[in-house]
């Protein structure tokens, strides 16, 4: 007897009675009893995803569920990494959510719509990757894109861009969803069944021109939701504007469904594919890691930089994907293996700080109302905790020792830097690439990190709201701090993580590649030896902290500190304007980048009247637009409202057109068998 | 594991610890001397740390953590970074965890404290050093990463140790084109990382030109000792890595004393004679406008992609 | 190569140090320990003396080999240079610079009119000799100092 | 000469010959930009000589002897001629646009140098399956002919001064050079010295229009010549 059913059961019920306490119950009750069902969903969810890690696998069908069709469910270790995340984060957000929605009054967060459709959310992030079939799949698929749909507008009231933001999202996350479902009808009519079970099995039975069309399409779907660029338009439009516990969550466990969705179909039930489809893969990554990471050194906006620096995580994500698929064509199996442990690794890792970063952006949205870089500043002394728990992700974020995501991307690069022996001009080209993207992309988040942490939350406050900041209340730093945990346990002990690991490449059939272990990571291949003790690492870092500290104690004569005020050039005290702003900090990198990012300028000078000398107001303005935005989607829209106003012609109004049309349609059909199909 | 490598381990870090401020008062008399100078001496630059560490410690009002324990995080990560690199011998009991990316990636942190302290002073010339900084540091990544990959692929891992020793016992490593390519490439980087001529002037009194020194305006005392050992211990942390990396002869493979004490005294005379030529390079050439710097590192990135091509296409795998 | 060929040819510029100069070296001064950092502040010179401050670093006098060497912020420093009468607009930035150096601190009046005032005594704008704003330990009469009275004056503050 | 040595001192030319190619996008200076040139001629002739003593064939080491004479010695030579009587002019009218700098190409030299990372890699794979045909130490180094050949045109077609667009064709040449020498280990003398004689005769007739241009326009920026058309 397992105990994943009982688990999903659980989760299940908790997560429905959970939309119904907060269709039903008054404000006051509302939030708390929905975060704790919410809670329990997650912890739930978490305990089905361990246990699935911990080797058990569980599959059941469900007939009457769904009409015609039934549901198919199943769990293996792969599918048990993502629920395991999504459990978890759920957890940790929805303790936070229960404080955030708290002071926010029955609006947002906190209105009835809102909390009945987060335990749903939760419910669905949990059970996605339980989907055995494709019926099922884009079902729960579906569900979970309306009801995020839904939680994104739930500020609607408060800022008219959150409508824009729902808007790109309903139509993207559509539009992926259309491309999902010729993928997924196209394959299941090729292979002959639509269970995962029949299309894995009749996989090789299909056409490889079909199987590239599936994976493609299927691929643009999967980047699209992981928000890797071209397709990550509403990306940043929609994360910064949900309210911040939604926002941690789909930064995190539904954008990781992309990557979930994109190694199931790939890699399990298509089977691997020939190298261009992995290639093609790599260069999304690469592109969506430097891009997002470019665009989030620009932004000056708290939650967008975090929404870009998802797109880059998973373009990080995605060259290890594709980087496994692409070794597993030419036959390297454990180097496959270890590519994709990489993948998961930064998957889960990623999850942790991201949530927190969402969630520590949120305390400071709901204290000063601000999300403009610009306008904060000095929250470390007014929100401590929530500076400090800033910092520990920005940490993890940034790919540097000790944080956690040094050690995932360590474990990509090792990756990447070994796939050199595996023979053929594509991975002799490609690899030297995605190790040159990797590097630039972690040296620019180093720079949009300090940027986020040093501008927003060092320095003196830049404006009075900032300035008034409170920190946030004991259930938000409590949630935050069960990810701040998180995120310290996958940085000092990532070996804890090693056999799940294996056992979810595993099972897509690749050999466990042992990376992770016990006190540390170790690559051991043929002719291969890495390895990093992270544990060591911090160690030694706090052992010589403290000499650096101690020594000069011991050897300084005068023991007491000075307090003196900075240091003004002999000037009046500088004032928080004189102080660098976000926008000033990226400015080199954004004139580095010129080519790429396209700034826009105006200037306009409005002289004193009757005077061509002198000038009463100059006002310069700069804004770094998405330039694929601008030059992929503005042409398509623009076709398609020219198109929408021809097609206004079509309709005139006559019945005996429209019955016209009928009969066109009928006559063509008819010809077209007649000629024989 | 022995005493020797222990011995070792200790040996690196009061190498660098001890022997940072003489590189620097040994590359400014050089200069000095070609400039025509008397100079000040090879022992100034401690005469200088004395001097501060007994001068009082001063924290300007509105700066926070941030500021006050950079300069400790600064010379922790060359600290640890120095221990792990095998200036002296390969075959120390850290050996096993020396792995080049992490060195790279410890120098980084440095970087990123010492930025995150300049804008926690909130003063103008703070935020504009870290601003610069992480913009230099960003572009030098790609370089240090392909030169590192293009390193490893002879030696089949990036543990440095295994590279060095790969090195010694195989010469023409070095002298292929690959080698020659990482090396200069890296030398770039090594410039670019740690703020010296073309890429910085680490001299300049001017604010309007500074990177690293605009980030240590504020610091003072003991605090502003700490930042400048720890700015030199990474210049001398950085030039003994590529001389180990390049020239790895003399550096102890085994556990005996008297290869310990010959590969100190090398690692001295290869580390002075690197200084030197930098310092005299420093003389003929200018600091580069700040936008100029991109070109610089892209140069050195094509030297790293060719290196990596190079040791795969001639003569390299296949 | 021009370059090398034309510092083969010069060779040493600096002149031979000449003797420590007398004088006995101010109490504060003995805990640098012969490494003086040295921040100028020009508090309203006409910049004769700050010529000849300049002419104090270069390859001939070099000031550096007895351990001063200037510095870009007064919190680095140890020696403030304070040139000129004190003008009115000058005196608080003056203060400040002093304030803003760690103990221990000197100030090195450098020239007539920072010591006295000098030619402009008693102008309308000038708020008094550097003595009068901040206490001064050294002083280095001149209009304008020579380049090795002040050289002689930062010695007697290193110690070397 | 061992095998071993021998592909090292291969390696080492073609890495120089490819090295030059890459500094010669680097810098801006022209007078630099022609001393690159001479040492990528020298590298050039070390891989013919190194061929020809490999294989015992001397006619081969004739050519690299004669490669050297050309592209380190005369070619060289006649550019900084060429360069010199432009300064001179300068000199004379005080032209302000500073003719012995490559000051703003067309493509910036940052980007034109991740260009030239491109072109190497492209380089490299199309060259692959010839590699594979005859992998000797010679043929693996092919890449490197491709790439000089790739980056010769790169810079002949954003270069705006004239002098640059010749050492842009120069590489070029050196580049299909290296290429034949690589791939079947020399080309027949004759064809070698026809080649050459091509090559000085171009860079003659090229050499005589830059300086019309200079006496025409006071300038050798080729966007000047847009004007005649227009």
């Known amino acids: 007897m397992s105990a994943i059913p009982a688990a999903l059961a659980t989760a299940t019920t908790l997560g429905g009675a959970g939309a119904l306490a907060g269709l039903g119950l008054p404000y006051r009750l509302r939030v708390p009893v929905v975060g704790l069902l919410t809670a329990g969903a997650g912890v739930a969810g978490a305990a089905a995803g361990v246990a699935a890690l911990g080797g058990s696998r569980w599959a059941t069908d469900l007939p009457g569920l769904l009409p015609l069709v039934g549901t198919h469910l199943a769990v293996d270790a792969l599918a048990g990494v993502f629920m395991a995340v999504a459990g978890a984060v759920v957890v940790a957000v929805a303790v936070y959510g229960v404080g955030y929605a708290a002071g926010h009054g029955p609006h947002g967060l906190g209105s009835r719509t809102a909390q009945a459709m987060l335990p749903l959310f939760a419910l669905t992030l949990v059970l996605v990757p339980a989907a055995a079939s494709v019926s099922t799949f884009l079902v729960l698929w579906e569900l979970m894109a309306l009801v995020s749909l839904l939680l994104v507008l739930a500020e609607h009231r408060e800022r008219a861009s959150v409508r ?42 299909v056409s490889p021109t079909v199987r590239g069309l599936v994976f493609v399409l299927a691929g643009l779907a999967f980047t699209s939701k992981a928000g890797a660029v071209p397709l990550h338009a509403w990306l940043p439009r929609a994360h910064p504007e949900a309210p911040s516990p939604v926002s941690a969550l789909m930064s995190t466990a539904m954008v990781n469904l992309g990557v979930y969705g994109l190694i199931r179909t790939g890699l399990d039930l298509l089977g691997g594919g020939p190298a261009w489809w992995w290639l093609g893969l790599i260069a999304v990554g690469g592109v969506s890691a430097v891009y997002g990471i470019l665009q989030a050194a620009m932004a000056s906006d708290l939650k967008r930089l975090l929404a870009y620096s998802t797109s880059e995580n998973m373009g990080l994500v995605f060259i290890g994907v594709g980087a496994c698929g692409l070794f597993t064509s030419y036959g390297d199996r454990p180097l496959a293996a270890l590519a994709l442990a990489a993948a998961l690794l930064h998957v889960v890792n990623h999850a942790a700080f991201k949530a927190l970063l969402f969630c520590a952006a949120g305390s400071v949205v709901r204290s000063t109302g601000l999300r403009d870089l610009d306008r904060l500043g000095g929250l470390r002394s007014r929100m401590p905790a929530t500076a400090g728990l800033f910092a520990l992700a920005a940490l993890g974020a940034v790919a540097l020792p000790p944080g956690n995501g040094f050690i995932s991307e360590w474990l990509l690069l090792q990756s990447l830097i070994h796939g050199l022996q595996v023979p053929g001009v594509a991975v002799a080209v490609v690899l030297p690439l995605s190790v040159a993207l990797i590097a630039l992309s972690a040296g620019i988040a180093a720079a949009a990190f300090v940027k986020a942490l040093g501008v927003g939350f060092f320095a003196r406050p830049r404006s009075p709201r900032a300035d008034g900041a409170r920190e946030a209340p004991p259930l938000m730093i409590a949630g935050m701090g069960l990810l701040a945990a998180a995120c310290v346990a996958l940085a000092l002990v990532p070996g804890l993580l090693g056999d799940a690991l294996d056992r979810a490449v595993s099972a897509i059939g690749l050999p466990g590649s042992g990376a992770l272990s016990g006190g540390g990571v170790r690559v051991r291949l043929t002719d291969i030896s890495a390895s990093l003790s992270p544990l060591w690492v911090v160690a030694a870092l706090a052992v010589a902290i403290m000499a650096a500290v101690g020594l000069p104690r011991l050897y300084g004569r005068r023991r007491r500190r000075m307090n003196a005020r900075l240091w003004d050039c002999g000037g009046g005290a500088p004032t928080p304007r004189m102080a660098y702003t976000a926008t000033s900090f990226a400015e080199p990198l954004q004139r580095v980048f010129d080519d790429v990012l396209a700034p826009e300028q105006d200037l306009n000078v409005t002289p004193v009247r009757e005077s061509a000398y002198l000038v009463e107001r100059v006002r310069f303005e700069r804004r770094v637009p998405d330039r694929i935005e601008h030059r992929l989607y503005e042409p398509v829209l623009r076709a ?21 049309y009928g009969f066109v349609g009928l006559v063509v059909l008819l010809v077209a068998l007649a000629v024989g199909w | 594991m022995s005493a020797v490598g222990y011995a070792a381990v200790a040996g690196q870090i009061v ?81 096993s965890h020396a792995d080049l990316i992490l060195v790279v990636a410890l120098i980084a942190l440095g970087t990123v404290a010492l930025a995150l302290a300049g804008l926690d002073t909130g003063t103008a010339f703070g935020g504009m050093g870290a601003s610069r900084e992480m913009t230099v540091a960003a572009l030098v990544e790609p370089t240090i990463l392909l030169s590192v990959f293009a390193l490893s692929i002879p030696a089949g891992t990036t543990n440095i140790p295994a590279i060095v020793s790969g090195a010694v016992d195989e010469p023409g490593r070095l002298a292929s084109p690959a080698g020659l390519l990482a090396t200069a490439a890296l030398a770039v980087a090594v410039l670019a990382e740690t703020g010296r001529i073309p890429v910085d002037n680490p ?112 003569s390299g795998a296949s | 190569m021009g370059l090398l060929r034309r510092i083969r040819e010069t060779g040493r510029a600096a002149e031979p140090a000449p003797p420590r100069p007398e004088g006995d070296v101010p109490e504060k001064a003995r805990e640098l320990g012969g490494s003086v950092q040295v921040r100028c502040v020009d508090a309203g010179s006409c910049n004769g003396c700050e010529i000849e401050i300049a002419a104090a670093f270069n390859p001939v006098y070099d000031a550096e080999r007895y351990g001063a060497r200037q510095v870009a912020s007064p919190r680095h420093a140890d020696v403030a240079l304070v040139t000129g009468p004190v003008t009115r607009n000058m005196a608080e930035p003056l203060r400040r610079t002093v304030a803003a150096m760690g103990e221990p601190r000197l100030v090195v009046a450098v020239g007539d009119c920072a010591i006295n005032c000098g030619e402009f005594a008693g102008g309308h704008g ?35 | 000469m061992s095998g071993g040595l021998y592909t090292q001192l291969l390696d080492l030319a073609c890495g120089a010959f490819l090295l030059a190619a890459v500094i010669v996008l680097w810098v801006r200076e022209l007078t630099a930009i022609i001393r690159v040139f001479a040492l990528q001629g020298i590298a050039l002739a070390a891989l013919a000589v190194l061929l020809g003593a490999h294989e015992h064939r001397w006619d081969l080491v004739g050519v690299g002897v004669g490669i050297g004479a050309l592209r380190a010695g005369v070619l060289p ?144 920026d080729i966007d000047d010549l847009r004007e005649l058309h227009d």
Request: net charge positive; aromatic share 6%.
């Open chain 4, 77 to 220: 030579y006649l550019l900084r001629r060429a360069l010199a009587t432009l300064t001179a002019d300068r000199q004379r009218y005080g032209t302000a646009a500073a003719e012995t700098r490559e000051t703003q190409p067309l493509v910036n030299v940052a980007a034109s140098l991740l260009t030239a990372a491109l072109l190497t890699l492209l380089a490299y794979a199309v060259a692959r399956p010839l590699t594979a045909l005859d992998p000797t130490p010679a043929t693996r180094a092919l890449p490197v002919g491709l790439a000089v050949v790739l980056i010769g045109f790169f810079v002949l077609v954003t270069r705006r001064r004239a002098p640059a667009q010749v050492v842009g064709f120069l590489l070029l040449d050196n580049g299909i050079t290296a290429t034949a020498l690589l791939a079947t280990s020399g080309v027949p003398l004759i064809v070698e010295l026809g080649v050459s004689f091509d090559v000085l005769l171009a860079v003659l007739v090229l050499q005589m229009l830059t300086t019309r241009m200079r006496e025409a326009f006071g300038t050798t």
């Open chain 3, 126 to 160: 000038v708020e008094g000799a550097v003595a009068d704003v901040v206490p001064v330990d050294l002083t280095v009469p001149g209009c304008p100092p020579e380049p090795d009275a002040i050289v002689a004056a930062l010695r007697r503050v290193t110690g070397r």
């Open chain 2, 15 to 95: 190498v660098v610890g001890a022997g940072a401020p003489l590189l620097t008062g040994w590359m400014r008399q050089v200069r000095a001397r070609l400039e025509g100078r008397a100079g000040a001496g090879v022992l100034q630059p401690w005469r200088d740390t004395r001097k501060l560490l007994r001068k009082e410690p001063i924290t300007p009002v509105g700066t926070g953590s941030a500021f006050r324990t950079a300069p400790a995080l600064l010379v922790a990560t060359t600290v640890v970074a120095a221990a792990l690199v095998p200036l002296l011998s390969t075959d120390t009991p850290v050996s």
């Open chain 2, 203 to 314: 001299s300049t009194h001017l604010e309007l030109t500074m990177i690293h020194e605009a980030m240590a305006l504020e610091y003072a005392g003991p605090d502003l000792a700490l930042v400048e050992l720890g700015a030199q211990m990474r210049l001398t942390l950085l030039l003994g890595l590529l001389s180990s990396l390049f020239v790895p002869w003399g550096i102890a493979t085994g556990t005996s004393w008297a290869a310990l004490a010959v590969a100190l005294v090398l690692f001295a005379a290869k580390v002075c004679l690197l200084g030197a030529v930098l310092a005299a390079a420093e003389v003929f050439w200018a600091k580069i406008r700040l936008f100029r710097v991109p070109e610089l590192l892209a140069g050195s990135f094509l030297l790293a992609l060719l290196a990596v091509t190079a040791s795969y296409f001639l």
């Open chain 1, 640 to 660: 398609l409202a020219g198109t929408g106003r021809s097609a206004r012609r079509l309709a005139g109004g006559s019945v005996h057109l429209y019955l016209g």
């Open chain 1, 164 to 205: 824009q933001a729902g808007v790109w999202y309903a139509v993207m996350t559509h539009l992926g969803l259309v491309l999902l479902l010729a993928a997924f009808a196209l394959f299941a009519a090729r292979a002959g069944g639509e269970t995962f079970a029949a299309l894995r099995a009749g996989a090789h039975t």
